[in-house]
């Protein structure tokens, strides 16, 4: 599994709000409030990073410590997944906490959704599904460290992302606790 430092490799203008000495995110109050463990490099990057934009496109939600409940309550890409759920629309992906549900952990401001698809016992194991604004439903078998250093160090490309994504010398933006 790679490692957080592979991801700012890949996008160095992460690091300047790396936090010394981690962020105390209490991932028991987090896990039990959503009802599953989660992974262990989404829970490295929440621990050592806040809520980053990524060229003002991409936002990774991460947990504030403090917050963790909320973390795990109703946000809008779940209303939005359950939404197309019942109408349908979502290529036979269900909405977590169904047996192999979805769980969405960034979302772009252009419509896209980011989510693992929780279809094994270990977290570690899930992929990220990309839903694209146009519809599209993409499947990519790493997780969330993973997925954002191939994409930010071009070798994952996503389907039906906008063409500049992702941009030249991404910018970004860390959202304090």
Avoid: K
């Avoid at 570690?124 to 250093?149: I, K, Q, T």
């Amino acid at each position: 599994m790679p490692r957080i430092e592979e991801l700012e490799a890949a996008l160095r203008a992460m690091t300047r709000w790396r936090v010394p000495g981690g962020r105390g995110v209490d991932w028991a109050a987090l896990e039990a409030a959503l009802g599953t463990a989660l992974p262990s490099d989404f829970r490295a990057l929440a621990e050592a990073y806040p809520m980053l934009v990524v060229d003002d496109f991409l936002a990774v939600s991460l947990p504030r410590p403090g917050h963790e409940a909320l973390w795990g309550s109703a946000r809008r890409e779940d209303e939005i997944l359950q939404d197309l759920y019942e109408m349908g629309d979502t290529e036979g992906h269900v909405p977590f906490p169904r047996p192999g549900g979805l769980i969405c952990w960034a979302s772009s401001y252009s419509g896209d959704d980011f989510y693992w698809r929780t279809d094994s016992a270990d977290p570690d194991a899930w992929p990220v599904v990309v839903r694209g604004d146009n519809g599209d439903w993409s499947e990519f078998p790493v997780g969330v460290v993973e997925f954002l250093a191939g994409v930010y160090g071009r070798t994952i490309d996503v389907p039906g992302m906008p063409r500049d994504f992702p941009g030249g010398n991404p910018e970004v933006l860390g959202l304090s606790d």
